[in-house]
């Protein structure tokens, strides 16, 4: 089964930092593009940031409210997506998804993201 | 970035109704669109990929049109129970990645 498992969220205060992770099975998680997807407490999907794979460069793409405080890394050996955030503002709290990225932003045939985490928590409060 | 709008953000309907739900895009995104369906607490799962083709184990029941910066549309021809829920769009033409507002789909 594929599964996605998100890990890491907590309170931190406002000029904190936090590393979420993300750990995934039943798929070759060396070979995925994988995204991170936030949700505020009561408001939509915002996208995040995107990491490749490191056959394709390990190239990162971030949103704006977020490049330069967020880093996104992964660990092929552990199978495991990282989401370094620092510089916490209160408009960072959030649901943080893991998901994969359908390596077809663009292109046709042009897929979905049909495999999510369930989610973690950040809570970015004095 | 490209911006999409979604309407209406809120919809109340009926078990057996249709609704359509739609989603406009800023610039030309072709058929790059996805819609999502998201319970509370949930993750979003995926509904429709490429504007109009039904993601695998999804109801026949949901459709999607559109293409360009053409009006996209979801549509639910016979609203169950299960499918009260909010709904996303998202175009995967180009990054960063955006989402719609959010239709949120309520019992009358």
């Known amino acids: 089964e594929v599964q996605l498992v998100e890990s890491g969220g907590g309170l931190v205060k406002p000029g904190g930092s936090l590393r979420l992770s993300c750990t995934s099975s039943g798929f070759t998680f060396s070979n995925a593009w994988m995204t991170w997807v936030r949700q505020a407490p009561g408001k939509g999907l915002e996208w995040v940031g995107r990491i490749k794979s490191k056959t394709d460069g390990e190239t990162t793409d971030y949103a704006a409210p977020v490049k330069g405080r967020f880093t996104i890394s992964r660990d092929d050996s552990k199978n495991t997506l990282y989401l370094q955030m620092s510089s916490l503002k209160t408009e960072d709290t959030a649901v943080y998804y893991c998901?994969?990225?359908?390596?077809?932003?663009?292109?046709?045939?042009?897929?979905?993201?049909?495999?999510w985490g369930q989610g973690t928590t950040v809570t970015v409060s004095s | 970035d490209i911006q999409l709008t979604q309407s209406p953000s809120f919809l109340s309907a009926s078990v057996g109704d249709r609704v359509t739900i739609t989603c406009r895009a800023s610039?030309?995104?072709?058929?790059?669109l996805a819609w999502y369906q998201q319970k509370p607490g949930k993750a979003p799962k995926l509904l429709i990929y490429?504007?109009?083709?039904l993601q695998s184990g999804v109801p026949s029941r949901f459709g999607g049109r559109g293409s360009g910066t053409a009006e996209f549309t979801l549509t639910i021809s016979s609203l169950q129970p299960e499918d009260f829920a909010t709904y996303y769009c998202q175009q995967l033409s180009s990054y960063p990645l955006t989402f719609g507002g959010g239709t949120k789909v309520e019992i009358k």
């Open positions: 490429a504007a109009s083709t």
């Open positions: 998901t994969t990225d359908p390596k077809t932003v663009g292109t046709t045939p042009n897929y979905g993201m049909d495999v």
């Open positions: 610039e030309g995104i072709s058929n790059y």
